[in-house]
């Protein structure tokens, strides 16, 4: 008898702990903010990051989260932490987790992550292995439908929006609005702005891995709606891209520009670019190869449009 308890003692010790829910609400003002439930909610997307452990799951009501977030969290193995817009509804636990203290006005609008560009310095950056973001609402060119919404403050430097950093890999994306503030105008200087960049390797590391970007909305961007640099199996899939012009750089010399620009050179790199819409983009092309040996990607069930004479591609 001692021996099974002495077993299972052992057991138990191994095994890793199981993750929580933790909530996120933008104006949540109750001094206890332990981020346990609703009511006592973490009102800082920067505070909540700091509060999780692998395993967690961070459910986020509908608001403003200014200010620059990494989500960097220390890898446990192959744990995930999820994060996930809050719905009201039926099922409880399916829609935002626990009812205490949660009011139905949280869905009313998108979870907004909103902050200032720099030189390659995003709002929303992932830092780290095995990340699940889902907005879980929204289709086609509508900006409002979206559960999750990452934008600018402002365009004062070449920047991104949505950063994964290099060798980062098992990063899912989705139900995201992605919105790169200005696509541009022809003939006038706008700073070049990414909406998702897919980070490059460096020339001792492998590419980025298991990169899922999915029912996204990505629109007005003067430089390109996805920088696909360095990325093994990976899927771009389900996806509403609109709006980009671009300008004229400092001391002459034109943004040119696409919607995926793939750079970096990954052989068998086994990438799915698949079921997207692409709509009104001005530019060297909708999808584009830049300075780079790459095999392995794989496109289909794409579909390309122009509905006004602005766009020239």
Known sequence: M???????????????????????????????S?????????NSHIKAKSELVRGDTLWVAGGYYPGKVTWDTAVGGTTLITVLYAQDGDSTWDDHGTNTGWDPSYDDISAFFIGAGGNTTAPFVVGSNYWLFDGR???????????????????????????????????TLKYFDID????????????????????????SEDGCQNIT?????????????????????????????????????????????ESIAIQG???????????????NVSGTG?????????????????????TSATYNV
């Open 2 to 32: 001692r021996k099974i308890l002495l077993i299972l003692a052992l057991l138990l010790a191994a095994s890793p702990a199981w993750g929580i829910s933790k909530y996120l609400r933008s104006g949540q003002t109750a001094a206890d």
């Open 34 to 42: 332990t981020g346990a439930d609703w009511a006592s909610a973490y």
């Open 137 to 171: 609402k929204g289709a086609g060119y509508d900006s409002t439908a979206y559960g999750f919404k990452v934008s600018l403050s402002d365009t004062a430097a070449n920047t991104e929006v949505v950063q994964i950093f290099r060798n980062v890999d098992n990063v």
């Open 180 to 203: 790169g503030f200005d696509e541009g105008e022809d003939g006038v200087y706008k700073p070049s702005i990414v909406c998702l960049y897919v980070y490059p390797q460096m020339a």
């Open 213 to 257: 970007v999915s029912n996204c909305y990505l629109h007005d961007v003067s430089g390109v709606h996805i920088q696909y640099a360095g990325a093994i199996n990976g899927v771009v899939e389900n996806c509403y891209f609109e709006k980009r012009i671009g300008g004229n750089l400092v001391g002459g010399g034109y943004i040119h520009g």
């Open 265 to 279: 050179g990954m052989l068998t790199a086994d990438n799915h670019i698949r079921n997207n819409h692409f709509r």
């Open 286 to 306: 909708f999808i584009v190869f830049t300075n780079a040996d790459a095999s392995g990607y794989h496109f289909y069930g794409n579909t390309f449009e122009q």
